[in-house]
């Protein structure tokens, strides 16, 4: 798998992670320990593009 396509995968785990906390905090059912969860491995792939995109430009 090159770089790109991994960084595209990447984002594309990103935003349907930021899909899933927005539906979480509208639902009254998901509870705070779940919805920390989901933000920490947003993040998480939010930092792995940046350090991918990072090291491809140095």
Same mark, same amino acid.
């Given at each position: 798998?090159?770089?790109?396509?991994? #960084?595209?995968? /990447?984002?594309?785990?990103?935003?349907?992670?930021?899909?899933? #906390?927005?539906? @979480?905090?509208?639902?009254? @059912?998901?509870?705070?320990?779940?919805?920390?969860?989901?933000? *920490?491995? *947003? /993040? *998480?792939?939010?930092?792995?593009?940046?350090?991918?995109?990072?090291? @491809?430009? @140095?």
């Amino acid at each position: 798998m090159s770089l790109s396509s991994h #960084v595209q995968e /990447l984002r594309k785990k990103h935003h349907s992670l930021e899909m899933q #906390v927005e539906e @979480a905090q509208r639902s009254p @059912a998901v509870d705070d320990l779940t919805l920390t969860s989901l933000k *920490k491995q *947003k /993040l *998480k792939i939010k930092e792995e593009i940046a350090r991918l995109t990072q090291s @491809a430009h @140095a």
